[in-house]
């Protein structure tokens, strides 16, 4: 038992050390590019040892993948909420989806510049599709609440092409504004919306 005790405090060290270098990376990107950002400098705000570091990353970019994951799930558990009023027909689901995602990126702009920013690689944007996969099946679940969506063959890939299209929109925005402005917040609206209506009618019945 001593010895379990023992071994569990170097444990619970290591991980509060990952734990304070991955806020300590989220608090520098808050204002700083991605590609501005050293191991060394995250280490040196977490005051953890720089050795410390290296024993957890390889480099920057694997801390960055590592907290790339955690975004992803508080991503996802932000879409897990449901819409907060009900909307009039299936295009005001999209829209008011795409508005819960420029909130929480406004609100985490940590958050806006690794997952739709410019600077980030793409080996973490590749296996962010992933997480637009599980996103898209949310955009489904959302408006399948509401109104009644046609099945047929594909139809959640449908919908991850969807997300893609509002992060494309959401990309640009950060490229040419660093942040995600009003324009391109409708940009995303508007092209999500015509790409779905390619598949589904203009007025689906509303779900009792």
Request: some cysteine; hydrophobic content about 45%; proline content about 5%.
């Amino acid at each position: 038992m001593l010895l379990a005790t023992r071994r569990s405090v170097p444990r619970k060290r290591g991980l509060a050390r990952r734990d304070r270098l991955e806020q300590a990376a989220r608090e520098l990107l808050e204002n700083h590019e991605l590609d501005t950002i050293s191991l060394g400098d995250v280490a040196q705000r977490a005051g953890v040892p720089v050795s410390s570091a290296y024993h957890f990353y390889d480099d920057i970019r694997d801390l960055y993948a590592a907290l790339l994951a955690k975004m992803e799930e508080e991503l996802l558990e932000h879409y897990r909420k449901p819409l907060r009023a009900t909307p009039r027909d299936w295009p005001a689901v999209i829209a008011a989806l795409v508005r819960k995602g420029v909130r929480r990126f406004a609100g985490d702009p940590a958050a806006a510049r690794l997952m739709v920013g410019p600077k980030t690689p793409a080996d973490l944007k590749l296996r962010d599709r992933a997480n637009d996969v599980a996103l898209g099946k949310l955009f489904e679940a959302h408006m399948n609440t509401h109104f009644v969506v046609p099945a047929m063959a594909g139809r959640s890939r449908i919908f991850f092409r969807a997300v893609e299209i509002i992060d494309l929109m959401f990309c640009l925005s950060m490229v040419e504004c660093g942040r995600i402005n009003r324009e391109y917040t409708d940009e995303a609206i508007r092209a999500a919306v015509a790409y779905l209506g390619s598949y589904f009618p203009a007025t689906l019945p509303r779900r009792r």
